[in-house]
């Protein structure tokens, strides 16, 4: 992946938080993390890729940030379950998203979401992944991609 597909990711994150809440979200400076220094927040939800390309795509975030989106969406029912597909939602968006952009032969799983350190979520040993910092109404989360084009 090159800086122009990452840069698809980071439009999904922006359009999914003005779109859904009206207030954008800001994107840090992207860095690279290898397969052992996972970034996750307490739900994390998970879009694994296939087809023309491998990997995997995450969104990460507190609850405080999950719980603030449902309140601002009209959503009462703020619970750690709804807190959870809330997460799974965002990475399913953004993945859907890029599907559209990439083609059809870019394959995306439904979103597994898990709950709890960065020791639940596996990324594929032989990639690297960018991790781009996001903040939305001083809550720091995190888009997580890594993707090699299949070969």
Not at 48 to 74: E, F
Request: with cysteine; glycine share 10%.
């Amino acid at each position: 992946m090159d800086e122009q597909n990452i840069q698809v990711f980071i439009d999904g994150v922006k359009n999914y938080f003005l779109q859904q809440t009206g207030v954008a979200a800001e994107v840090g400076t992207p860095y690279l993390s290898d397969a052992q220094a996972r970034v996750a927040y307490e739900y994390t939800g998970i879009i694994g890729i296939s087809g023309s390309s491998r990997g995997c795509v995450y969104y990460t975030a507190p609850g405080a940030l999950l719980r603030d989106v449902l309140l601002r969406i009209g959503e009462s029912d703020v619970t750690p379950a709804n807190q959870s597909d809330l997460a799974g939602e965002v990475a399913n968006t953004i993945a859907g998203n890029a599907r559209r952009e990439f083609g059809k032969d870019f394959m995306i799983s439904v979103p597994v979401v898990v709950s709890g350190g960065a020791e639940r979520i596996s990324l594929p040993p032989d990639l690297r992944a960018m991790v781009v910092p996001i903040l939305w109404r001083k809550h720091a989360a995190a888009l997580v991609v890594a993707l090699a084009d299949k070969q």
